[in-house]
Nanobody
C-alpha cells in the first residue's frame, strides 16, 4: 500500500516557475515508477513525466525541456520543477506510483496509486 501527498501547486503568470512535491509513504516495491499526470477541464488525464527504476526519466513532448522530474536520495519525495510555464499547462496535477517500471507518453504505464491532486493555474 502506498499513500501519496502532493503539494506546491498555485497560480503563476506565464513564463513563471513552480515546483510540485509528492511525499510517498508505504511499500517501496510499489514505487518502481513514480510520475506526474495532469488533467485539464474537459480533457483526459495525460502523463507529464515519470522516473523509473535506475533513475530513467520520461517526459511528455509538450513539457520536455521545461519540466524536470527528480527524487530525493531516499526516494521518499518526488518533485516536478516546472519552468517557462504556459497557460496550457493549467490543470490538476496528480502524483502516481506503480509497481511496473515502465512509462508511456511521459506517464507511468500502469499506476497503482494516486495522490489527491494539486491545482496549477497559469495566467497569460
Amino acid at each position: 500500500q502506498v499513500h501519496l501527498v502532493e503539494s506546491g501547486g498555485g497560480s503563476v503568470q506565464a513564463g513563471g516557475s513552480l515546483r510540485l512535491s509528492c511525499a510517498g509513504f508505504g511499500d517501496t516495491y510499489s514505487r518502481n515508477c513514480m510520475g506526474w499526470f495532469r488533467q485539464a477541464p474537459g480533457k483526459e488525464r495525460e502523463g507529464v513525466a515519470a522516473v523509473l527504476s535506475g533513475d530513467i526519466t520520461a517526459y511528455a513532448v509538450s513539457v520536455k525541456g521545461r519540466f524536470t522530474i527528480s527524487q530525493d536520495n531516499a526516494k521518499t519525495t518526488l518533485y516536478l520543477q516546472m519552468n517557462s510555464l504556459k497557460p496550457e499547462d493549467t490543470a490538476m496535477y496528480y502524483c502516481a506510483a506503480g509497481r511496473v517500471s515502465a512509462a508511456v507518453a511521459g506517464g507511468c504505464l500502469r499506476p497503482d496509486y494516486w495522490g489527491q491532486g494539486t491545482q496549477v493555474t497559469v495566467s497569460s
